[in-house]
């Protein structure tokens, strides 16, 4: 099987000291999430909360954690985010899938495809793009935030193909 960033990107960080894998399914992200499943480290969950509340505890435990939601999941997890991951600054990793910032995205993406950077930005969740060519950079740098206790995003684009 070809190896894609995606599988590079869970490989690396789950060599790098992330133990928990967490969230809500994502098109955008299907290749990270269905090597995690082969590698029975996905604990999938019904809400971006409830995946935001097992991950604290883990944190909490020292237990490193990344989150993995749709940017949808993202929006409607911002006060989860704001009152409890930054507020006492509970070093997580989210992995955010971008829709909607392209023209041939899905109507109900659009919107908040267009406004992430800046909900990612009002509340102060510093985030990397991830790509093919600076995953293993942007991972280094979200594995040095949380080594100093502050929560952060890396972002994968949603490609489309004829």
Not at 10 to 22: C, M, P, R, T, W
Not at 26 to 38: A, M, P, Q, V, W
Not at 121 to 142: D, G, H, R, V
Request: aromatic share 8%.
């Amino acid at each position: 099987m070809k190896k894609t960033f995606q599988t590079k990107v869970f490989n690396f960080l789950q060599k790098n000291g992330i133990e928990n894998f967490i969230g809500v399914p994502d098109s955008t992200l299907k290749e990270f999430i269905s090597h995690g499943l082969r590698k029975e480290k996905i604990i999938v969950t019904t809400r971006e909360e409830e995946a935001i509340g097992i991950a604290s505890g883990m944190c909490l435990s020292k237990s490193n954690s990344l989150v993995f939601m749709q940017n949808a999941g993202f929006a409607n997890s911002l006060s989860t985010i704001t009152s409890l991951v930054k507020l006492y600054k509970i070093p997580m990793i989210f992995l955010i899938g971008w829709r909607g910032y392209l023209k041939d995205d899905a109507p109900e993406h659009t919107m908040i495809g267009k406004i992430q950077p800046k909900l990612l930005k009002t509340i102060e969740l510093p985030s990397k793009i991830l790509s093919e060519n600076n995953w293993e950079k942007n991972c280094k740098w979200a594995l040095k935030k949380i080594k100093n206790e502050s929560p952060c995003a890396l972002i994968v684009k949603r490609e489309f193909h004829d």
